[in-house]
C-alpha cells in the first residue's frame, strides 16, 4: 500500500506542477517540488508511514490521501 500511494502522490505532484521532477526546461513559475512531510496513517492492515510531497508555494493538496485524515482504510 504504502509504494502504491507513493507512487500516485507522484503522479498528483507532476500534474500540480505540470512538469516531471527533475525535467530539463521545466515552466518556472516559482513553485517547485519542496521535498517531502511525514506522515502516519492507518489502513486496513496496519500503521503505515507516508511521505507526501510538498511544493514551494504551499499549494499541493494530495487526493489520494488527504493531508490531515489519518485513516485510510476505504482506499483499498
Do not use: W
Amino acid at each position: 500500500i504504502q509504494k502504491v500511494i507513493a507512487a500516485l502522490y507522484e503522479g498528483e505532484m507532476t500534474e500540480h506542477l505540470g512538469y516531471e521532477k527533475q525535467q530539463p526546461g521545466r515552466k518556472n513559475d516559482g513553485n517547485t517540488s519542496n521535498g517531502k512531510g511525514q506522515k502516519t496513517a492507518q489502513s486496513c492492515f496496519a500503521e503505515i508511514d507516508l511521505e507526501p510531497p510538498r511544493d514551494r508555494a504551499a499549494t499541493f493538496n494530495p487526493q489520494v490521501e488527504r493531508k490531515r485524515p489519518r485513516d485510510i482504510s476505504g482506499l483499498g
